[in-house]
């Protein structure tokens, strides 16, 4: 699926600032953590096989979530 995603105001800032301080190399990456920390929270995560992942390849949609995770933490004790 593509789509095109306008942001601005806090929402601009707060992404291009996940970029900045690296916890994400994309705006792509940090966005597909976002969908991803949100459909865990909201028990909307999809399951079962041929689930390909967020970044349909080689990583689960789990794993991308955990790694976002990481980051967050880590971004806090700096």
């Known amino acids: 699926m593509e789509t095109v995603v306008r942001l601005e105001g ?11 301080q690296g916890f994400f190399k994309t705006r792509a990456e940090a966005i597909r953590a976002g969908i991803l920390s ?4 909201y028990g909307a995560m999809p399951q079962g096989k041929g689930n390909r992942g967020a970044t349909g ?5 789990i794993a991308l979530h955990e790694f976002a ?5 880590q971004a ?3």
């Open 10 to 20: 806090a929402v601009e800032s707060a992404l291009e600032s996940l970029i900045a």
């Open 76 to 78: 806090k004790k700096r």
């Open 57 to 61: 390849g080689s990583h689960s949609s």
């Open 69 to 73: 995770k990481s980051q967050v933490k």
């Open 38 to 41: 949100l459909a865990k929270e």
